[in-house]
């Protein structure tokens, strides 16, 4: 009775007081320590038991397994209560059996855990969930044998008729998900039909992130409408799915929905939301969210003070990612590396490299994230000797294994440089030659250093490599044009053409006055496009009297002669965008604009004109960094 109502103190009374203690009492005692989720004094009992020749029971010994398996570093326990097991005889039952796995599984022991499962007879479908709930737990090591076992596992079970439960279908949805076998998973959906478990709000949830992952949010959104009992966690990994896919909008419209309905977000909806905004990068509604999450408490978590660092840093906001990385009271390893690469990003390259020597002083752990903040920013730089340190340090003295962007971290640091040579020969010692990535940022290097030659043999690897990827098709048109080979140029258009490959579409957009105004590269349909133009006309004009470039042909300096007319400009949709900001915003407000396609030369020049003329700080995000234009100059220094 005192157990049932969490009154250990009343039981652990009742016990000393008792006369005489038969083994029912001593396995009440140890059962109670148990439920109230006491695992070290749980064990402590049975040790008492163990010396005072009381016999354990099933139930009791099932119990402590299942507690201790929540217990770390706790290796010395785990193996005497597997002695304990197997001395009174019950190594062989499958409820005890079922907790034996369940706790070497959570703990890392999977070779144990399947030693203990291959041993029982009789297996039920309770340890068969253990033994792929472990499974579960280690589906994201980079180890395909993982998932195989697993499935494997599944359909030894249905083999042998048993029938699974809604454990059984949610941990093996979760092997899907983290080895990104997505066929798999619509096969363990139609068994979740058949099974009638679709109303689970945990499976639905499983089943959200599957689709999620393999960014098919319309699967994803049709699993979250048929889950009837929507709790918090599925919003949250709604609002995910919108997010990994590049729906931000919509997943603001979902957080807008939740709160309709007077949900209680948590701190893993706000994070989700604060990624939206990041995506999107519009400044007032991260505001609001800021605002609203300062209101509901969650600026308190760690997390949505991380997630709230990379929102301005999107937005380029660098001064409120620094009052919130202040505000921070617990910060743990992605606080630091979320504002050195905040930092590193917006042309503070040495704050960013101090602010990792002061992460090191203070002892908090550096992870890979980490070093490429640092490498970024002595890449920005054109750090050679200081960025190779780093490089060398993160191998040699912490073990990591650099990756693909690691690697193109080092490749951009030896163009900045002008070391390209150097830069195609890391390419070659890497061991990820074949990543496109790499010979991405050795062609940018190329570009910006004038090696037209080294450039088309790169262009043309690209093509090797990415035969069907639009990009590389328009790069080496663009190379081929560059080293005047016009009939080449002609020849890559042309395939490109055969194949249906158009270039994507360049998107310029910004939020003004609470509305996000966009123009397309190239689109007069838009009815702001007149307008956008006059201005940017009126601005030019105007930038042409005031600065030291009066003497000059503006359109000489910013578009290399080109006609001045419509049609012209409308191919730089970021200046319209920024002539529109220029005109409505406040003369003391930053313009911020946001780009999905690498900013033209002809745009850079003339917006370095323009910040100056109008006294005015501009800032535009690109895939390839942000770029702060300020009387005159950029921060990235010509080299992007």
Known sequence: MYAKCGMIDEVR?????????????????????????????AVNVLVWMHRSGVKLDAFALGGILKACSELEDSEDVRMMLHGCVV???????????????????????????????????????????AMIAGFARLGNEPCPEIRIEAVRLYANLLQKRIRPSKFTLKSVLEVCNLTNAVRCGRQIHAHVILGGFEDDEFIGNALINLYAKAQLVDDSLRCFHRTPKQEIFTWTSMITAFVQDGHSFKALNLFRELLYLEKEPDQFTMSG????????????????????????????????GNSQIEMYRCTGDLKAAKKTFEKISCLDTFSWSQMILSHAVHGHEREALLLFKKMFDCGVIVNKFTFLAVLIACSHQGLVDEGFRHYESMVSDYGFVPDVNHIACMVDLLGHV??????????????????????????????????KNRGVKIGEKLMTLEPYAASSYVMLYNLYMDAGKISLAMRTRGQMRERGMTKEAGINWAEFGGSIHQFAD???????????????????????????????????????????????????????????????????????????????WESHETLKMLSE?????????????????????CSCRDYW
């Open 13 to 41: 009374l009742v016990f000393d007081r008792a006369q005489e203690r038969d083994e029912v009492s001593w396995n009440l005692l140890l059962s109670a320590y148990v439920q109230m989720g006491w695992p070290e004094v």
């Open 87 to 129: 001395k009174v005889g019950l190594d062989l039952d499958v409820f005890v059996g079922s907790a034996m796995v369940d706790m070497y599984a959570k703990n890392g022991g999977l070779e144990e855990a399947i030693k203990v499962f291959d041993c029982i007879p009789g297996q039920n479908v309770v340890i068969y969930n």
């Open 273 to 304: 939301v604060m990624n939206a905004c990041s995506a999107l990068s519009v400044p007032i509604t991260c505001e609001q969210i800021h605002c609203y999450a300062v209101k509901s408490g969650f600026d308190q978590f760690t997390l949505c």
């Open 418 to 451: 002008g070391k390209v040579a150097d830069a195609e020969d890391f390419i070659m010692r890497s061991g990820l030659e074949n990543d496109a990535v790499l010979w991405h940022a050795l062609l940018r290097a190329c570009r910006i250093n004038g090696d």
């Open 522 to 600: 190239g689109d007069n349909s838009c009815s702001q496009k007149p307008e956008s133009f006059t201005r940017l006309e009126e601005l030019l004009v105007r930038v042409k009297q005031k600065t030291e470039h009066g003497g000059m042909n503006v359109w000489e300096l910013g578009f290399q002669a080109r006609k001045v007319g419509e049609n012209s400009i409308s191919k730089h949709g970021e200046l319209l965008v920024v002539a529109l900001g220029l005109s409505t915003l406040p003369n003391t407000a930053p313009v911020r604009v946001m780009k999905n396609q690498n900013m033209s």
């Open 613 to 633: 003329g109008e006294n005015r700080e501009i800032i535009i995000r690109d895939p390839a960094r942000f770029h702060h234009f300020s009387q005159g100059s």
